[in-house]
């Protein structure tokens, strides 16, 4: 069974560019959350999906942003982009109540 | 307040002993659960074994086992038989029942060096 895929894995954007990073589940998985990583911030929290529905939110400015797709596919957006938005942007997925997250292997994101 | 405590930011061990990685917590709900995931430098991270609040029993996985001491609310990974392949970063990590299931507390982490 194939795992958790984010596309793409690196990404570099110019401060006040937008961008948009995707994220399938494992296959059968209908939860999908969002985790941001820093050095200074450490692992937090951004939002969670399922069946296409917001079901939960972290403390981020309304510039992080998600959806879900009927397939389970999920994409977050960031728009306006800030030099601290450079992090390591984690997806996780699972059966909705297992609570066992399964993790991709992440996308970098640099902005300039 | 932090909700997970990791105080060891990096620990050494020599190859094949056993290393011990500190994770203490605080909550307020009585239904939670305990993670430890590791990640190494590609950056996935691994799920290694999961302690329910009202487990009776430390969680084993392989070489991997939580030693669970509710009372004092801590949660310690402990690897035995250490490999190289073990070096990596830790996080110790905390879903209560009231925030709902994705969403972990997550620990600043422990980087583990293992050497031959």
């Known amino acids: 069974k194939a795992g958790v895929t984010q596309t793409p894995r690196y990404l570099i954007k110019t401060r006040g560019q937008q961008v948009t990073l995707s994220c399938s589940p494992i296959?059968?998985?209908?939860?999908v959350s969002w985790y941001q990583q820093t050095p200074g911030q450490g692992l937090q929290f951004l939002f969670e999906?399922?069946?296409?529905?917001?079901?939960n939110k972290g403390n981020f400015p309304g510039r992080f942003s998600g959806r879900q797709f009927s397939n389970s596919r999920s994409e977050m957006n960031v728009s306006t982009l800030e030099l601290g938005d450079s992090a390591l942007y984690l997806c996780?997925?699972?059966?909705?109540?297992?609570?066992?997250?399964?993790f991709g292997n992440g996308t970098r994101l640099t902005v300039t | 307040a932090q909700k997970i405590t990791q105080t060891q930011p990096g620990m050494f061990v020599q190859e094949k002993e056993a290393v011990t990685l500190d994770c203490t917590y605080d909550?307020?709900?009585?239904?939670?659960?305990l993670f430890w995931y590791k990640q190494p430098s590609s950056g996935e991270m691994i799920f290694l074994i999961y302690?329910?609040?009202?487990?009776?029993q430390n969680a084993t996985e392989g070489r991997y086992s939580l030693n669970f001491q509710k009372a004092r609310k801590s949660a310690n990974l402990v690897i035995s038989a250490s490999q190289l392949g073990d070096s990596a970063m830790y996080f110790c990590?905390?879903?209560?029942?009231?925030?709902?299931?994705?969403?972990?507390?997550f620990g600043t982490g422990t980087r583990l060096l293992v050497s031959p």
């Open positions: 996780a997925s699972s059966l909705e109540h297992s609570g066992l997250l399964h």
């Open positions: 990590a905390m879903r209560e029942a009231i925030t709902g299931f994705q969403k972990l507390v």
């Open positions: 302690q329910g609040s009202y487990d009776q």
């Open positions: 999906y399922f069946s296409e529905t917001q079901r």
């Open positions: 909550t307020s709900d009585p239904s939670y659960g």
């Open positions: 296959s059968g998985h209908r939860s």
